[in-house]
C-alpha cells in the first residue's frame, strides 16, 4: 500500500478591502489595497489548506477555522495550514506536490514568485521545486477580471507514509 495517493483540490476568493496588507503565500505583496477577511486574508493559504483537507476528507477550513469565531479574528493563514500539514501527517500522509494558480488583475506576482514557492514549500515541508505556482489574469472578465479580489486554486497529492486513521 506504499503507493497508495490522495489529490486534493482547494478553491478560494476574497475580495479587495478592509485594511490588512496584501499577503499571498506567507509573503507580503505591496499592493495598494489587501484582502478582505475574518483571518490575514492569505487567500493563497487558504486554498492549499483546502486541497490538504480535501485529499483526507478531514473537512474544510470553515469547519475547523469558523470565520464567525472571534478567537479566530485576524489569524495568521499559515498558523492555519501548518495545523492542517499537522493534521495530515497524523493521519499518516506526506505530501507529495502541489500546483497552485493565482487568479488576479493585479499585482503582477512574478516579483515574488520564488519567495511565495519557498515560503508555501516551508510549511508544507517539501522542496520548493515540489511547488508549482501560476500566476493569471482573468482577461478582465468577471469580478476578479474587474480588479475586485484575487482567486485562487490549489491541487495537492498526498502520499501514504505509515497507516493512520484517515
Ligand atoms: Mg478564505
Known sequence: MNDELRIGHGWDVHAFGGDRPLLLGGV???HDRGLRAHSDGDVLLHAVTDALLGAT????????????DPQF?????????????ALVGDAGWRVVNADVTVIAEAPRLHPHKEEIQRSIAELLRVEPT??????????????????EGVEVHAVVLLARERVGAT
Do not use: N, Q, Y
Not at 479574528?73 to 500539514?85: A, F, N, T
Not at 508549482?132 to 474587474?146: F, I, S
Open 130 to 147: 515540489r511547488v508549482g505556482l501560476k500566476a493569471k489574469t482573468a482577461e478582465r472578465l468577471g469580478p476578479v477580471g474587474r480588479h
Open 73 to 85: 479574528e485576524g489569524i495568521d493563514s499559515g498558523e492555519i495550514l501548518r495545523h492542517v500539514r
Open 57 to 68: 476528507a478531514l473537512g474544510d477550513i470553515g469547519e475547523h477555522f469558523p470565520d464567525d
Open 28 to 30: 507580503p505583496v505591496k
